[in-house]
């Protein structure tokens, strides 16, 4: 095995010679934060593709979709949060959280957004805050969160959730 100098060194194996990005440390240790550093990209990129939308989506005015049944506004609350819940998870598990830890941060995440996102809606033609929009995307989040948890327990992810 050779060094980062084309220096031969004895007696180490790959592991212990191999550094990370950072020079510290091996460069895929198998657990932890760097591990998970590499396979937390697609999870982030789909949370922000997806947060993006969702911004976009609640702070354009509402086309006149006609007459909505009663409550149908708070089904697109609750699975839309869902989805920001769920993705939120699969970001922090890939990194390498500990999921029973993650959950409320994730949630309190969520709602402080839905408040700021509900806030932001107040000056938009043909939108309004509305507090049981924000407690049906807590609900939302809530749900997402806990499908994440039934998903990675399904197929075979360390879950506590």
């Known amino acids: 095995m050779r060094n980062g100098r084309g220096t031969r060194v004895e007696g180490q194996g790959p592991a212990e010679t191999a550094s990370g990005p950072d ?4 460069a895929n240790s198998g657990s932890g934060v760097g591990a998970g550093k590499c396979s937390a990209r697609w999870p982030l990129l789909a949370l922000v ?3 993006g939308g969702l911004f976009v989506a609640t702070h354009v005015p509402a086309p006149s979709l006609g007459r909505m049944p009663q409550g149908s506004d708070k089904a697109m609350h609750l699975a839309a949060f869902a989805g920001l819940g769920f993705l939120s998870m699969w970001w922090r598990h890939a990194r390498g959280g500990v999921l029973r830890r993650e959950v409320w941060l994730v949630l309190a995440v969520c709602a402080l957004y ?6 932001l809606q107040i000056p938009i033609a043909s939108r309004r805050g509305d507090i049981l929009d924000w407690l ?3 609900a ?3 749900l997402g969160v806990a499908a994440y948890g039934a998903v990675s327990r399904a197929f075979g992810r360390t879950s506590t959730v």
């Open 114 to 119: 839905a408040a700021i996102d509900e806030l």
């Open 23 to 26: 020079g510290n440390g091996p």
């Open 49 to 51: 593709i997806y947060w």
């Open 140 to 142: 939302g989040a809530a």
């Open 136 to 138: 049906a995307d807590i």
